[in-house]
């Protein structure tokens, strides 16, 4: 990933397959294991997985190809890539907020990052934790998420990148595996089926706005999409590379870590713990796993420390991509150093992350400040970040985006670029793709945003 910074001209993945791990890597994260269970939990299970997988297939897709074309047209960072092709101050302000917005939810991403490291030790130690005690700890959680965005840091610098996205290649299939078991071990639990039923037989009646605006800003999340990281990544991409290929295997590998996340924690959850409610938010994997690992005989504890790490690589994966968005700005338009731009950024999002890691403590500022939001209220200094950054901010970033490449410049130089190395896309694909980043994305995104804040009608909880 950070070969652009290596050589002094930008760099080029080597393969597809590097370029697929690279991407894949950053999209498969906390998204799919921590973000999605406990979104689909707030969200009345089955239906929201429904409306996510849509939101993949017709608003996520589409878009993740808008920003590898932009990228490997322009050759540049998400405000360059604007820039190059000929975007004013407006335009260039999505990439702007492309940068604030990885750097912010980097801060609060570290948190949960933090409560993984934790989870590795209680595991093999085979410690029970009570988890309200652990996260309303301020000693245990200020260090770990900050020893996180310190791994970051290390890993930016350059000094072990290419290590650590070697070793990533291995473990990511391995993390996979380890989910394949522990979901089998929930599914055959006894009262498993009640979970089952919960996760996948949707009640259409439960589809409403906020359910509709948290599935479209979860594909987000999950794909890696508004972040200006493809756009990045894209620039690194030979010409021959087959874009939709490629796309494809990254939107399939990460919705099926999601869904298999899911398929871990909800037949779980209604056989092992009746009394919790799927709605109870951040908290639900780590309450729920741990229970899981015990029922598994006789090395329960020790592959639950594994999975813990191997999650903790697939943040890594996640949060080194999120650091290198604004790093790279700053390098490519601000012309810091490497050195100086990680360690400025990565000590900036440590601070910012106090707050967020503070707010699961009962009762403090953090965990009591709300905000009204047209009628939706916010509570917590983590819940106000992960709604404003993670979701509402990259829901705007693809909107802009899909405007700029469908109206403001000529939408067939984005679909040409994606025809080139995908001779397949000519034709009936390609016309559709142009109508779905035209038309489809911004209305429907349009309607979710306006939605939203009321204009149809009192405004649902967020
Ligand atoms: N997609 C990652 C996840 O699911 C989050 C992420 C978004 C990482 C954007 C990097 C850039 O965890």
Redesign the pocket.
Known sequence: MQKSSKTPSRGQWGSSFGFIMAAGG???????IW?FPYITGQNGGGAFVFVYLVCVLLIGLPLLLNEIALGRKSGKNPVGAIKETGGNRFWQSSGVLCVVV?FA?LSY?SVIAGWTIGYIFTELINIPVDFEVFIQTPLYVVPLCIVFILLTISVVLGGISGGIEKAAKFLMPILFLIILLIAARAVTLPGASKGIEYYLSPDFSKINGKVILSALGQAF????VG?G?MITFGSYLPKGNNIIKSSLWIAGM?STVALMGGLMIFPALFALLPGVSPDEGPALVFNVLPRVFDQIEPFGNIIGGLFFLLLLVA?LT??I??LE?PVAYFIDERKWSRKKATWTLGIAAMFLSIPSALASVKGNFFNLIHIDFFGNDIIGFFNLMDFFFGTLAIVIICLMLSVYSGWIKNVKVFATELTIGAPAFEGFPRKAWIFFIKWICPIVIIFVLLNMVGVFGAPEKV
Do not use: H, K, Q
């Open positions: 950053s999209a498969v994260g906390l998204g799919n973000r990885c939810v991403y999340f999950s794909l890696s972040w990281l990460d943040a996640s949060s991509s999120m968005v």
